[in-house]
């Protein structure tokens, strides 16, 4: 699962080695579910085409998780508690963050065609989203009280 990476952490927010099985026919990197997300994958969707100096996200998630993944090039994924953030980069295919639930994210710092691949615990669901982070914060700490 989640050896050989940084041990960085928010909550449920982590770096995931996936299984990366590479030859002179280039590589092929595998997520099933159980081994390499607690969730069982329902909804796959892919941002491309992201111009220099956009982000992506600013928004969280109630219940949603996610496993996100550079399939190429690299960026950057901010995560916040409602508490605390951190920042990881995503720079390589067979390398995942998982985005547990209750989390704001914000993707940046794509690189010239960078394509993000999101697997997700749910199909889409605008009930599910915090689209404003003030509303977020106080939530998630609601939650912690
Ligand atoms: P948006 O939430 O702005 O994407 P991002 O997470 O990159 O900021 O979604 C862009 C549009 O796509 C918005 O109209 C909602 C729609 N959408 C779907 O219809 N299905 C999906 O699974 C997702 C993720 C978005």
Known sequence: M????QEQRLGQCHLVELH????????LAVVETGTDVPFAIERAYYLYGVPEGAARGAHGHREL????IAVHGSFRVIVDDGLQQTGFVLDRPALGLHIGPMTWRRLTHFSPGAVGL???????????YFRDYAAFAAAARE???
């Not at 989640?2 to 990476?5: D, H, I, L, P, Q």
């Not at 990366?20 to 590589?27: I, L, M, Q, S, V």
Request: proline share 0%; net charge negative; aromatic share 4%.
């Open 65 to 68: 998780q996610q496993l996100v």
């Open 118 to 128: 999101v697997l997700a615990s749910a199909h889409y669901d605008e009930s599910d």
């Open 20 to 27: 990366e099985h590479a030859d002179d026919r280039g590589g």
């Open 2 to 5: 989640s050896t050989g990476v």
């Open 143 to 145: 939650m912690r009280a």
